[in-house]
């Protein structure tokens, strides 16, 4: 019965219409709302649709699925561009609506690949390499728009196990071909019994592997930490009145953490260059505070490097997180928000409307061989803002570090679930690296993230709020830190590669 259903839905014309519907509702399986055992049900159905079409077929309904997902995933832009960026309503609306196509062709292309090359064929062990295989290149083609990945939905199921070995690639790996076991278990009961020993395999092994500790924390070197959130409103962030109250809040908020081994501010907490006389005067305070109380201090701030200037005297800006007091080191931030800190193709979009004009977006990209911040006698990995999104860049700057620190302003994305999406991936990262993370950011969510991916402590969101709480450098290394993303990829694409392989063959 279930047979004939599929294959009735897969042959019915409102079959992309379906596509689209089950897109749009797999981001209830991510934070806020870990409705995991959805995405076995979506992307599952999913790959039955994309089952015995033309390259046509699969690729419009491959790209509605994946339209669906990300205007439903991020909507929250409508958000950042319509309630702090002054975009009109329908100009919002049509700009969340190009990326969620944009975004969706990725599906759409892989739908097509899917069919023309006949995976479908064997799509137990095709479908979910070519799936996981597209979610990787959204980390690094035209820059990257790291989100909405499968594995993130399976933080807290029994798949978490195999995080710090395989990473959020792994686990999207696995949940899909378990999605489409159970898919097929559905399909031909008891004939198919093969197929739900794999998938309780997969599961049990996960489960198995969440008692192995990878990386042990050094509890006789703690470093105690006090996190301040200013809850500075986002709409009067970076307007010249409020500079002064921006820094008498942070001033104050921070009067009783001298003393603790690092206080740390979210990123551009202080809201003006580093080379302007008031942010100077001010930091050489902040910073006498720190040494007073032999603490670390580090803040994300906008810095400009005058020593450099362009044929104009522009300096180049960066998005900075500097450490001071009983600390010292700059870090530069690598991978920058498309129209938030710089706007592709400038010189058509610059003064269109006022979103493309803003002050702030015109940064710089760092340097990738950026040195860890010193704090104290340890040495801090820095992200800043949606850096922690990329698995490999995080690793890689958490590669000689004690801990990970990721300074971030969800400001911009008001109620919506981004900040929640935003804390879940850091929880990924935690677990992918087995180090403590420190989350400080302007309004929630900052938090305390153990090298398990657990939350030890937060901040209620949409408060000025000191959060204080003590991290632990780590002795040992995950899978994932030694090897990366290349198991994985290795795995999917050798599995494509057979495929193909024994096709050519017969």
Request: charged share 15%; net charge positive.
């Amino acid at each position: 019965m279930i047979a004939a259903f599929l294959s009735s839905i897969r042959q019915s014309r409102f079959a992309p219409i379906l596509a689209f519907v089950l897109g749009g509702i797999t981001p209830f399986s991510l934070a806020p709302y870990h409705l995991w055992p959805l995405a076995l049900v979506t992307i599952g159905l999913f790959s039955e649709l994309l089952s015995q079409q033309t390259a046509k077929q699969a690729a419009w309904r491959g790209w509605c699925f994946g339209t669906g997902l990300w205007a439903a995933g991020v909507w929250w832009l409508f958000v950042s561009l319509h309630d702090y960026g002054n975009t009109p309503t329908w100009l919002a609306i049509l700009m969340v609506a190009f990326v969620a196509t944009l975004m969706g062709s990725f599906t759409g292309v892989m739908g097509f690949i899917y069919s023309k090359y006949r995976f479908d064929r064997r799509a137990l062990l095709t479908f979910a390499p070519l799936f996981m295989l597209f979610e990787w290149l959204k980390t690094w083609l035209f820059t990257g728009f790291p989100w909405l990945f499968t594995g993130y939905a399976f933080i807290d199921s029994a798949l978490v196990g195999y995080a710090p070995i395989l990473g959020v690639f792994g686990l999207s790996l696995l949940a899909i071909i378990s999605a489409q076991c159970l898919m097929t278990l559905a399909k031909y009961g008891t004939k198919a019994w093969s197929y739900g020993v794999l998938a309780a395999s997969i599961w049990l092994a996960g489960m198995g592997l969440q008692y192995h500790t990878w990386s042990k924390s050094d509890t006789q070197k703690p470093l105690t930490v006090s996190i301040v959130q200013g809850n500075i409103p986002q709409d009067v962030k970076w307007q010249l009145e409020w500079r002064d109250k921006t820094l008498a809040i942070y001033k104050k908020l921070s009067q009783q953490e001298w003393g603790r081994d690092l206080v740390i501010w979210p990123e551009a907490a202080v809201p003006m260059f580093q080379y302007e006389e008031e942010a100077t005067v001010f930091l050489t305070e902040m910073e006498n505070n720190a040494l007073a109380g032999h603490s670390a201090f580090v803040t994300g701030i906008p810095y400009a490097d005058i020593q450099h200037l362009d044929a104009q005297g522009i300096p180049p800006f960066y998005n900075s997180m500097a450490a001071l007091g009983e600390g010292y080191g700059l870090y530069f931030k690598q991978r920058l928000v498309p129209f938030g800190e710089y706007i592709p193709f400038e010189s058509f979009l610059r003064g269109t409307i006022a979103f493309f004009n803003r002050d702030m977006s015109s940064f710089s990209a760092g340097d990738n061989r950026q040195s860890p911040l010193f704090v104290k006698d340890y040495r801090l990995a820095a992200a800043i803002c949606y850096e922690i999104a990329y698995p490999e860049l995080t690793r890689n700057n958490a590669e000689k570090a004690d801990f990970i620190a990721t300074l971030s302003n969800d400001g911009w994305f008001g109620h919506s679930i981004a900040p929640h999406q935003h804390l879940q991936m850091v929880q990924m990262r935690a677990l992918e690296t087995g180090k403590w993370i420190i989350r400080a950011t302007n309004n929630g969510v900052s938090a305390f993230i153990n090298p398990q991916g657990h939350i030890s402590q937060q901040a209620p969101q949409f408060k000025q709020a000191i959060l204080r709480g003590t991290v632990y450098a780590t002795q040992g290394q995950t899978p994932y830190s030694r090897l990366g993303n290349w198991p994985v990829l290795l795995l999917s694409f050798g599995l494509l590669a057979w495929v193909r392989w024994r096709a050519y063959r017969s």
